[in-house]
């Protein structure tokens, strides 16, 4: 089920947004014409979500009152999309692709790799639909960036770089740029 | 007007209607879930498609499709039927087969529109989806299995109601009805949700597994727990009143009834008297119609007129209010009152203590200033009127006094009959925007009006409504809004104070002097008891509540579901309520009581029977012959110049759920008031054990 129960996670006693992110919001809010701020709702939230890791119910209620709209018409939104995490999540999400393609270039093993690392803590994971990647298959999204062409060693690798606190390189983890062939263009050589 | 064709027959319409509507016109019937005509439209069942030409291939949902000319429109032809089937099977896939035990059983739309429309068995072999149950307090039960996402009970709450706390969260298959963080629904108005719920998913937590539709004698009657007079059904099995449902009445409750009037009603079962009392050696005894009887007039014989009392309660009926001044009248007594709380409406014209632009005229104006009064607690289907009147747009709403979360916005202009003063001066900005408005409509309560300046307020209320032009031929503004049943009853029958007599104070403070010895209460409840001090106490009622503690004789009547009754609402519309049970035990009609105690006491009342009590009533005030209709107030002078306090306007009622003897009885309503408590507590205390 994508929706959390309000009652099984942690009660947060208080959210306030950081000054940066009270920024950013009001910037989202002035978008929008007076009297229709509950518009840049979504654009909050995931400020909110950026800032905690996640939306706790105290959260949302902020929000609500940020926007003046009522807490029920947050939550039905915070439901909706399932990018919006309802429960604490580690510091990086691991977001594994199954979808077909990703599946048949061995997604079950990424999966596994990631559910071991999965701790809670600096590892989160979830099993997500087609990340729109398949070219690069196997794809793991981890926070904002996608990780593609992925095999059992080069996972750990890339895992191994983010507890070591590193941000390893985006993209393809094979020797390819972006979605062209691996190792140097195969047509349209000539000059 | 486009002209439009349904199934052949050709057809003009008036423009912006939707083709549901176009077709209701039409007297064809078009299957619907989430369409309801007080609410926005959401198009989200797809039950009623039609095949609409010109336009698409494929069915559209008339719902949401406005007429436009030159349309034809077919009903009834296959493809339409097939698809009413398809999504009547898509309905079904999740809903449970559990009609057999569900409350909503024959009287159920989605029951009906399945034999009428739907498939005759399911091709769905899967597992069918389940939704963990919701918890709504103690008045809707949820089985949220068999919710079919029309999304009615959540825009009755977001746009009827006022309290966004209804929504559905997930999406697709996940998708729920939910409060999301469980809370018990906050609305004075949530029991419509059970009526608006076309499945058996919110049904009535009180009266869950109670009764069957089929089963229950239905009576048409009306409310009397507050001043609206809604038009209620009372559901009957026996002797019981099983539930109360509302009517429709477009002029007074529409289709919405509050909690009070339809949840009370278990206070019916409760504390009630069924038999004579009489006080001796200090404790009530039974006793028999007789030797009541005997007691009273042993005592009331030997008194004059001026040493007896009466006080009429705030839930009588007309016919015994009537029955009761006759009986003073002939014991010489002037000391008769009905005004409980010690509202300052003295019987004047009629256009004084009635609300004259009528609950419909809510509707028309466009500019509303409430003066002492929560109209959310004491009447919130009125409440719910003036919100909608707040949703259609400018309307400017300004409030005096003591003023809680409406439901809408309110201009707060002050606290008390000082700000009302600057207002009449013309002193706050409010005053042009009142002024601005055609239709100004000033609200008074009896937070305004029950207070020792009562008087004043009125007359400065007056003056304000004079002074924005706010009583024409074409409109009255000038609006009193009762907390009591019986109030304007009481007042067009005269129930004031004759000449030299006393009011409500004056009679208790008598009491307290001595100088009253006999005090005759008929359902009266609601006044210190305490103060009554040494008097001969008889009380005419059907609970044992403050009143009957006291009394010395007392003496059973029947409440509103028990006796044919006029009652007339706080906009002067004389309305009869019919009976739907009989009284339990010995208890009686109450214009009967009276009359069989007149004959004992040597002063018969003139009427045997109900048509001659109905016949006497129009002697005393003609309005009483025009039933379920307004009868306009007259307008003149009227409260008194006199100082001003300082105290704040604040609304008598502290406390929604209990205002009455029968409300004070139920335990719906006891819970209803716990609930909102416990619900706080336990999610503090859960979150606290979740650290």
């Known amino acids: 089920m994508i929706t959390a129960d309000p009652m099984d996670v942690p009660y947060v006693e208080e959210f306030r947004f950081l000054p940066e992110y009270l920024e950013k919001a009001k910037a989202l809010i002035a978008n929008y014409?007076?009297?229709?701020?509950?518009?840049?709702?979504?654009?909050?939230?995931?400020?909110v979500q950026r800032q905690e890791g996640w939306l706790s119910r105290t959260a949302m209620d902020e929000v609500a009152k940020l926007l003046d709209m009522a807490p029920i018409r947050v939550y039905e939104i915070a439901t909706f999309y399932t990018?919006?995490?309802?429960?604490?999540?580690?510091?990086?999400?691991l977001q594994v692709c199954t979808t077909t393609p990703c599946w048949l270039r061995g997604s079950d093993a990424i999966m596994k790799a990631c559910e071991h690392a999965a701790d809670g803590k600096t590892f989160s994971v979830q099993e997500v639909e087609c990340l729109g990647a398949c070219v690069n298959a196997p794809v793991v999204q981890i926070n904002d960036d996608f990780y593609e062409d992925l095999d059992e060693a080069s996972l750990q690798k890339v895992l191994d770089a983010f507890r070591r606190g590193e941000t390893p390189k985006p993209g393809p983890q094979v020797d390819r740029q972006t979605s062209a062939p691996e190792g140097g263009p195969t047509t349209l050589r000539s000059e | 007007m486009p002209k439009i064709k349904i199934d052949g027959v050709e057809m003009e319409v008036p423009a912006g209607i939707t083709i549901l509507q176009a077709c209701e016109l039409a007297g064809l019937e078009i299957p619907r879930f989430c369409y309801h005509e007080r609410l926005s439209i959401a198009g989200n069942c797809r039950m009623c498609l039609v095949e609409v030409k010109p336009g698409p291939p494929k069915p559209q949902a008339s719902c949401a499709l406005p007429v436009a000319d030159k349309q034809e429109i077919f009903t009834t032809t296959p493809m339409v039927q097939k698809a009413r089937r398809g999504v009547m099977e898509f309905l079904l896939i999740n809903h449970p087969l559990d009609c057999p035990i569900c409350d909503q059983g024959g009287e159920c739309d989605l029951q009906d529109q399945a034999m009428g429309y739907g498939f005759d068995r399911s091709r769905y072999h899967e597992n069918k989806r389940a939704v963990p149950d919701k918890e709504l307090g103690p008045l809707v039960k949820t089985s949220m299995n068999r919710c079919i996402h029309c999304t009615r009970c959540i825009r009755f709450a977001t746009e009827v109601a006022g309290t966004e706390e209804l929504g559905a969260t997930g999406r697709g298959e996940s998708m729920e009805v939910t409060t999301y963080v469980e809370h018990a629904l906050t609305s004075e108005l949530s029991g419509n949700l059970v009526d608006l719920c076309p499945v058996g998913a919110l049904t009535s937590k009180p009266y869950a597994f109670e009764a069957r539709s089929w089963e229950l004698t239905k009576t048409e009657s009306v409310d009397v727990m507050d001043a609206l007079g809604s038009n209620i059904r009372v559901d009957t099995r026996g002797a019981q009143v099983m539930r109360v449902l509302p009517r429709l009445n477009d002029d007074v409750n529409e289709e919405w009834i509050s909690d009070?009037?339809?949840?009370?009603?278990?206070?019916?079962?409760?504390?009630?008297?069924?038999?004579?009392?009489?006080r001796k050696g200090g404790k009530l005894v039974e006793a028999t119609w007789d030797q009541a009887f005997t007691a009273i007039a042993e005592k009331l014989g030997k008194l004059e007129g001026a040493k007896i009392a009466a006080i009429a309660g705030d839930q009588c009926d007309a016919e015994s209010m009537v029955a009761l001044k006759d009986l003073m009248a002939g014991l010489g007594s002037p000391n008769i009152d009905c005004r409980q709380d010690g509202a300052r409406l003295e019987g004047g014209p009629r256009g004084s203590y009635i609300f004259n632009a009528g609950i419909r005229?809510?509707?028309?104006?466009?500019?509303?200033l409430l003066v002492g009064t929560n109209p959310r607690w004491e009447a919130p289907v009125l409440n719910a009127r003036i919100r909608k009147r707040y949703l259609h747009g400018r309307c400017a709403i300004g409030g005096i006094g003591l003023i809680d979360d409406l439901s809408y916005p309110v201009e707060r202009l002050g606290m008390g009959p000082a700000s009302l003063r600057e207002l009449v001066d013309g002193k706050l900005g409010f005053f042009e925007k009142l002024k601005a408005g055609k239709n100004p409509l000033i609200i008074l309560g009896m937070g305004a009006l029950a207070r020792p300046d009562g008087a004043a307020v009125l007359a400065l209320a007056r003056e304000l409504a004079d002074k924005l032009g706010a009583v024409r031929d074409d409109w009255n503004g000038f609006a009193v809004l009762h907390t009591a049943a019986?109030?304007?009853?009481g007042l067009d029958l005269g129930l004031v104070p004759g000449e030299g007599g006393r009011d409500v104070e004056g009679i208790l403070a008598g009491c307290e002097k001595g100088e009253i010895a006999a005090v005759y209460l008929l359902a009266a409840d609601e006044i210190a008891t305490k103060r009554l001090g040494k008097a001969f106490v008889i009380y005419q009622g059907h609970h044992g509540d403050a009143g009957a503690n006291r009394a010395d004789v007392v003496l059973p009547g029947a409440a509103y579901t028990e006796k044919p009754g006029a009652y007339v609402n706080t906009e002067g519309r004389m309305q009869l309520a019919r009976r739907a049970a009989y009284p339990p035990g010995d208890a009686r009609e109450d214009w009967a009581i009276l009359r069989a105690l007149s004959d004992r006491l040597g002063k018969t009342l003139p009427y045997d029977t109900l048509e001659q009590v109905r016949e006497r009533l129009v002697c005393v005030n003609k309005s009483f012959a025009a039933i379920d209709q307004q009868q306009a107030g007259g307008w003149g002078t009227f409260g008194a110049s006199g100082p001003l306090g300082d105290a704040?306007?604040?609304?008598?009622?502290?406390?929604?759920?209990?205002?009455?003897?029968?409300?004070?009885?139920?335990r719906t309503m006891a819970e209803c008031i716990a609930s909102r408590e416990e619900f706080a507590q336990r999610y503090l205390a859960r979150a606290r054990r979740m650290g």
């Not at chain 1, 990018?83 to 999400?93: A, E, I, R, T, V």
């Open chain 2, 486 to 489: 019986a109030r304007v009853g």
């Open chain 1, 33 to 47: 014409p007076p009297g229709r701020q509950a518009s840049a709702v979504i654009g909050v939230l995931d400020l």
């Open chain 2, 648 to 666: 704040m306007f604040a609304s008598p009622i502290a406390n929604f759920y209990m205002t009455c003897a029968i409300s004070r009885s139920s």
């Open chain 1, 83 to 93: 990018m919006f995490q309802l429960k604490p999540k580690g510091k990086y999400l």
């Open chain 2, 260 to 278: 009070k009037t339809r949840h009370a009603i278990d206070g019916l079962r409760y504390q009630r008297l069924d038999r004579p009392y009489v």
């Open chain 2, 361 to 368: 005229g809510i509707d028309q104006a466009d500019a509303i």
